[in-house]
């Protein structure tokens, strides 16, 4: 979850260039995606992020704040749960990787493991495939802080922001 000026810093970075236009159509759709989360029957977020997200500033120091405290917002949502991945951690099953998991209501749907990076994407729906990567998910999960030390946690980052 973003809000408006990280998610224009974010797409601003891209490796090909967007007109400003582009960059706020493709910011409108981010903020359309988002309100899945907060709006009536919410979907359900589980993330697990790496400390260097946390640390790397986008947008400037303000814009890098607002972010943060919005991160700590979400995470009191009953239906957010944000985890920290710190540095101390060391190596982790998912190091260079970045998947998202898709569960769904039906038990009998597979779950999906989405592998992207700013070049390529792809969905795995197969039990063969995903489950390397739904147990090294698990993993990443009981490594990382729990929700109210990750929020500590993303708090004093955001505080030492000026």
């Known amino acids: 979850s973003c809000t408006a000026d990280y998610s224009e810093a974010l797409l601003a970075s891209a490796p090909h260039a967007h007109s ?15 309100q899945r989360l907060v709006g009536e029957d919410p979907l359900e977020l589980w993330a697990v992020l790496d400390e260097s997200a946390l640390r790397r500033v986008v947008g400037g120091p303000a814009v890098m704040r607002q972010q943060l405290e919005h991160l700590v917002l979400m995470g009191y949502r009953r239906n957010v749960t944000i985890q920290v991945l710190p540095f101390g951690v060391g190596a982790h099953p998912l190091m260079g990787d970045r998947i998202a998991v898709f569960s769904f209501p039906d038990e009998a749907d597979p779950q999906v493991v989405h592998l992207g990076d700013s070049a390529n994407s792809r969905f795995l729906d197969k039990p063969a ?6 147990a090294a998910f698990e993993r990443v999960c009981a490594l990382a802080l729990n929700p ?6 993303v708090s004093e980052i955001a505080d030492g922001l000026h």
């Open 20 to 34: 400003p236009d582009e960059l706020r159509e493709r910011a409108a759709v981010l903020g359309t995606r988002q």
């Open 129 to 134: 495939d995903t489950g390397e990567y739904l």
């Open 148 to 153: 109210k030390e990750s929020s500590a946690f």
